[in-house]
């Protein structure tokens, strides 16, 4: 399950600009808003929560977070600073919670995380190949459905909102697999991804079903 959370990122200069944040059992990713797409996201970076290597709180200002990810095989170390404005707290222990799940030691003293090796990084800790193979097939089949209605021009009512609602979450199941593999399919997906939060239409479905829920 993915959790959002809007916040705002702190560049070189002490330049701010708004973020939001998506963290699920394993991947925490960074989209930035598009300007003239509103509730579109677009994908600048991401990081899987076994390689964080720590969080780091301001003691002036404790909704500033620092989080750096240590190298692992070619996706080299970066750290992100973020301001998340009454949400800081919920952003560390989502984190640490996800992260106790897969049975990383929290040092309660420091609140550091036991690092792991490269070699304990494996997608079989995500998932197993058979898993794999019907995710793959399941996406395909919901690609079938959304992708055939829009080509031929469909009325976006044909499409039910829920199945575009699950092909975004099969999406981020593939690209936590694949983040943990170095395996080139984890680009594909991502701009699977980004073409499925970048389509007007489908877009269009989502808010049309989230104002019918309110």
């Known amino acids: 399950m993915l959790t959002g959370a809007k916040g705002e990122k702190v560049k070189k200069k002490?330049?701010?600009?708004?973020?939001?944040?998506?963290?699920?059992?394993?991947v925490l990713l960074v989209l930035e808003p598009e300007p003239k797409m509103k509730g579109i996201g677009k994908l600048v970076s991401w990081g899987t929560l076994p390689t964080i290597d720590n969080i780091k709180r301001n003691l002036d200002n404790p909704d500033f977070l620092t989080i750096s990810w240590r190298k692992v095989d070619i996706k080299e170390p970066w750290v992100l600073q973020v301001l998340l404005p009454n949400n800081a707290n919920d952003c560390v222990s989502l984190i640490l919670k996800h992260l106790k799940t897969t049975g990383l030691v929290i040092d309660k003293k420091y609140q550091k995380f036991r690092k792991l090796k490269e070699s304990e990084v494996t997608a079989e800790g995500v998932m197993q190949a058979p898993e794999v193979d019907l995710l793959l097939k399941t996406i395909s089949q919901y690609e079938q459905v959304i992708w055939?209605?829009?080509?031929?021009?469909?009325?976006?009512?044909?499409?039910?909102?829920?199945?575009?609602?699950?092909?975004?979450?099969?999406?981020?199941?593939?690209?936590?697999?694949?983040?943990?593999?170095?395996?080139?399919?984890?680009?594909?997906?991502?701009?699977?991804?980004?073409?499925?939060?970048?389509?007007?239409?489908?877009?269009?479905?989502?808010?049309?079903?989230?104002?019918?829920?309110?």
């Open 14 to 26: 002490r330049v701010i600009i708004d973020i939001y944040l998506v963290i699920s059992e394993t």
């Open 148 to 214: 055939g209605s829009t080509k031929e021009g469909d009325s976006s009512s044909t499409i039910n909102p829920s199945t575009v609602s699950h092909l975004i979450q099969l999406y981020n199941q593939a690209i936590e697999y694949y983040s943990v593999t170095s395996d080139d399919k984890l680009n594909e997906f991502m701009q699977k991804l980004r073409d499925v939060m970048g389509n007007e239409k489908l877009q269009k479905i989502l808010e049309d079903a989230d104002r019918g829920a309110n």
